[in-house]
């Protein structure tokens, strides 16, 4: 090859840093704005605004779709149809402190205010809604209450022993302990018949038994937890009425409940204690916790 046909291409410094980005940020070369040129950029942008516009109509649609099939104040489905079934759960207060939530014992020491208090504003807290009495219907046995109405739950009538001003019995090591049906929409307690009266139904139930109530009985799980115990009082009665169900979302509804008085509990000894609810359809099963609840208390 002739030396004059040889090309000699001349190599380009190289670049520092800030050039490279000053370049990449405006070529005048190119007239290229961070890598692309205006029509680059323009394509660019448009095909985003359609895209997202297309997502957010998309989405707009479905929630709109959601929207017109789904009831803000009545479930879809509800009872056996649905996830939670037609068995209500039984639960307690006051609960464990939220850093021990997956425990479920009642501990502290008589006399001591500090450890006792938490206890007790636990249970004040949860009865201030009880308080309020404005739209709210007093109901009983011998009157009818429209679906829209909830009816008052009288404070009043628990025994002064489960009171607030006695901080429901912890200062004095008697506590109290609260135990109500989780809501279930639209269920309604259904009363056993002569002939179903579960045998081991608490004696004194099952000769006094009004198929007007939900029965709540609570006892030890264990022989030496049944002789720890001690005697136990219902406040205000060991029964819920049924006029306090079905729950259906109505304004201002107060939760139905028992409290369970434990008198003279055995000190320094922690008790296995069991609560079940009675009625036709609350299902048991200790295994699986339905219809019933279990905790611990110990007293020091």
Same mark, same amino acid.
């Given at each position: 090859?002739? *030396?004059?046909?040889?090309?000699?291409?001349?190599?380009? *410094?190289?670049?520092? +840093?800030?050039?490279?980005? +000053? *370049?990449?940020?405006?070529?005048?070369?190119?007239?290229?704005?961070?890598?692309?040129?205006?029509?680059?950029?323009?394509?660019?942008?448009?095909?985003?605004?359609?895209?997202?516009?297309?997502?957010?109509?998309?989405?707009?649609?479905?929630?709109?779709?959601?929207?017109?099939?789904?009831?803000?104040?009545?479930?879809?489905?509800?009872?056996?149809?649905?996830?939670?079934?037609?068995?209500?759960?039984?639960?307690?207060?006051?609960?464990?402190?939220?850093?021990?939530?997956?425990?479920?014992?009642?501990?502290?020491?008589?006399?001591?205010?500090?450890?006792?208090?938490? @206890?007790?504003?636990?249970? +004040?807290?949860?009865?201030?809604?009880?308080?309020?009495?404005?739209?709210?219907?007093?109901?009983?046995?011998? %009157?009818?209450?429209?679906?829209?109405?909830?009816?008052?739950?009288?404070?009043?009538?628990?025994?002064? %022993?489960?009171?607030? %001003?006695?901080?429901?019995?912890?200062?004095?090591?008697?506590?109290?302990?609260? !135990?109500?049906?989780?809501? !279930?929409?639209? @269920?309604?307690?259904?009363?056993?018949?002569?002939?179903?009266?579960?045998?081991?139904?608490?004696?004194?139930?099952?000769?006094?038994?009004?198929? %007007?109530?939900?029965?709540?009985?609570? *006892?030890?799980?264990?022989?030496?937890?049944?002789?720890?115990?001690?005697?136990?009082?219902?406040?205000?009665?060991?029964?819920?009425?049924?006029?306090?169900?079905?729950?259906?979302?109505?304004?201002?509804?107060?939760?139905?409940?028992?409290?369970?008085?434990?008198?003279?509990?055995?000190?320094?000894?922690?008790?296995? !204690?069991?609560?079940?609810? @009675?009625?036709?359809?609350?299902?048991?099963?200790?295994?699986?916790?339905?219809?019933?609840?279990?905790?611990?208390?110990?007293?020091?």
């Amino acid at each position: 090859m002739a *030396e004059k046909d040889i090309q000699y291409y001349e190599t380009q *410094e190289d670049k520092t +840093k800030w050039q490279s980005t +000053k *370049e990449f940020i405006w070529n005048p070369r190119t007239r290229q704005f961070c890598g692309r040129t205006g029509i680059s950029w323009a394509k660019i942008i448009i095909f985003y605004i359609i895209y997202y516009a297309c997502l957010v109509a998309f989405w707009t649609v479905m929630l709109l779709v959601f929207y017109v099939t789904v009831d803000s104040n009545h479930p879809k489905w509800k009872l056996d149809s649905s996830k939670i079934g037609s068995s209500p759960g039984v639960s307690y207060r006051p609960s464990p402190p939220e850093k021990n939530v997956d425990s479920t014992l009642i501990w502290f020491r008589r006399g001591n205010a500090s450890e006792s208090k938490y @206890w007790s504003d636990s249970l +004040k807290d949860f009865l201030e809604p009880y308080q309020v009495e404005e739209g709210l219907k007093e109901c009983d046995f011998g %009157s009818t209450r429209k679906p829209e109405e909830s009816c008052r739950f009288n404070l009043n009538s628990i025994d002064n %022993s489960c009171s607030s %001003s006695q901080n429901f019995g912890y200062d004095m090591g008697h506590p109290c302990v609260l !135990i109500k049906l989780n809501r !279930i929409f639209d @269920w309604e307690p259904k009363p056993y018949d002569s002939d179903s009266i579960p045998q081991n139904m608490p004696e004194n139930l099952k000769n006094d038994y009004n198929s %007007s109530y939900v029965y709540i009985s609570c *006892e030890g799980e264990n022989p030496a937890d049944k002789s720890n115990i001690g005697p136990i009082s219902y406040y205000p009665s060991q029964g819920i009425p049924n006029y306090y169900f079905p729950f259906t979302n109505q304004p201002n509804y107060l939760t139905p409940f028992v409290f369970v008085h434990f008198q003279n509990p055995t000190i320094s000894v922690l008790i296995n !204690i069991e609560c079940k609810a @009675w009625a036709a359809n609350i299902k048991y099963n200790k295994k699986e916790r339905l219809g019933s609840v279990h905790f611990e208390l110990l007293v020091d």
